[in-house]
């Protein structure tokens, strides 16, 4: 990668697949971000560029990066895969890229003490992901024929999405008077067989028919 690529990516600005920090400041919380990116689409994560997308640089990049580098080793879990560009604005300044692929060991996760989370990338954000986005990621790694039984609780999931196009676990769970656990297994499982579409949001997921459109 070099320093035109650098500015290339910034004039994008940050959105699902890219991220600028203008110093690795609190690096146990801007590893969210890489977890994201290796959970979703993969990405790239650049030290030293504005939120606006100037790459002005960081001053010792280098120590940027070392503490980048131990809050990855230390706080994500499973090991995460990444390349690592280091580039020269002048000799005072320069930017540091983290290219992170879509990972086959997903989910990663924040680990603090006993806490585990999970993130993934919704348009430039990086979110918790949810139980059941948890579950569709880990399970998905190793796709297989899903098959499932079309019941009572599947024909009111239908009516409802036919009527309202959209439904979250808690509207399926009190609509179809079942237990929580077993509203998501449901939900979880019709993703998996390409049925249903998960959209993941920073409140509440809801979810699609997949050929909806929505």
């Known amino acids: 990668m ?4 650098v500015k290339v990516l910034a004039t994008k600005g940050e959105g699902l697949r890219i991220e600028f920090k203008k110093k690795a400041t609190f690096p146990e919380k801007i590893v969210r971000e890489l977890i ?12 030293g560029v504005d939120d ?10 280098e120590e940027e990066i070392f503490v980048m580098e131990k809050a990855i080793k230390e706080f994500i879990f499973p090991q995460l895969a990444y390349e690592l560009f280091s580039l020269k604005l002048n000799e005072k300044k320069g930017v540091a890229v983290f290219k992170v692929p879509i990972s086959t060991q997903r989910p990663h996760y924040l680990k603090e003490k006993d806490r585990k989370q999970a993130f993934i990338r919704v ?3 990086s979110v918790q992901a949810s139980k059941e986005v948890w579950e569709i990621l880990r399970r998905s790694k190793t796709p297989k024929d899903m098959v499932f039984t079309y019941g009572r609780k599947e024909e009111i999931l239908m009516k409802a999405l036919a009527e309202f196009e959209r439904i979250t676990l808690k509207e399926f769970s009190k609509l179809a008077n079942l237990p929580r656990f077993l509203a998501s297994k449901t939900l979880v499982r019709l ?4 049925v249903l579409l998960i959209h993941p949001q920073e409140s509440e997921d809801f979810f699609t028919l997949k050929d909806s459109g929505v």
Do not use: E, H, P
């Open 52 to 61: 606006d997308g100037t790459v002005s640089g960081q001053r010792y990049i």
């Open 191 to 194: 993703v998996l067989a390409n």
């Open 123 to 125: 348009a430039d954000r």
């Open 36 to 47: 994201a990116f290796a959970n979703t689409s993969g990405g790239d994560l650049l030290i």
């Open 2 to 5: 070099t320093l035109q690529d």
